[in-house]
């Protein structure tokens, strides 16, 4: 039997994205998993217990009208010398495969107790969770950002304030197990690490 140890090591390793070709057709996640996903989410360590994350979940129609949105971005702010047509007409076929989109935001604390930051980091700790979560759920997906994300009209779609920021969209479904996973792989911790004795 797996040693506590082991196990964790183990979820840690295992959690992984799976990106919108990855999650089958028409597969549908039901509310409440991502209720429990995002309570989850919301065990992550924060700062003065400050819990800055909000998360506007689009599901039905509003994932289709979601992609329309980012397309429509996408157009509008992206030089000609950038744009991408496959990555245009793309928008119109990811809602078929995605089930919930999550905007994962970070709510500026009112008080402004610790600085911005500590907000985002706190926040990026509950995405872990998610991503964490998903193969226990028997569910897929992955941290979707990028200039449509970051942009001021998509500030305005998520209806933002001045001091929130997105983190990014966490896109769900139900993972297609019939295509196969490319390896994964991390440079040696050794190599990003300075011992100091
Ligand atoms: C902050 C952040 C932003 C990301 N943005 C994107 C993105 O815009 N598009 C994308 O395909 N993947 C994105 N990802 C997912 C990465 O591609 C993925 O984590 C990376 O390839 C490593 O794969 P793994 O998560 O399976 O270990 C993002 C991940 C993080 C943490």
């Not at 010398?81 to 007409?89: G, L, Q, R, V």
């Amino acid at each position: 039997m797996d040693t506590k140890a082991q196990k964790i090591s183990g979820w840690i390793k295992n959690r992984k994205s799976t990106f919108v070709s990855g999650l089958k057709e028409g597969g549908k996640i039901n509310d409440d998993l991502i209720e429990h996903l995002l309570e989850n989410a919301s065990w992550a360590p924060t700062h003065g217990l400050v819990q800055p994350w909000f998360f506007r979940v689009y599901t039905g129609d509003a994932v289709k009208h979601f992609f329309s949105k980012q397309k429509e971005i996408y157009k509008l702010i992206t030089p000609p010398t950038k744009f991408k047509e496959h990555k245009y007409k793309g928008y119109d076929e990811k809602w078929k495969r995605v089930s919930h989109i999550v905007a994962v935001i970070a709510k500026r604390d009112p008080y402004k107790r610790f600085p911005k930051q500590e907000d985002i980091v706190s926040v990026a700790c509950g995405v872990q969770n998610i991503y964490l979560s998903l193969d226990a759920y028997g569910i897929a997906g992955y941290l979707s950002t990028g200039d449509v994300c970051y942009s001021p009209q998509m500030r305005k779609y998520l209806q933002l304030e001045r001091d929130d920021e997105v983190l990014g969209f966490f896109i769900l479904g139900i993972p297609d197990h019939a295509l196969v996973s490319t390896p994964r792989v991390r440079i040696p911790v050794s190599e990003k690490t300075q011992w100091v004795r």
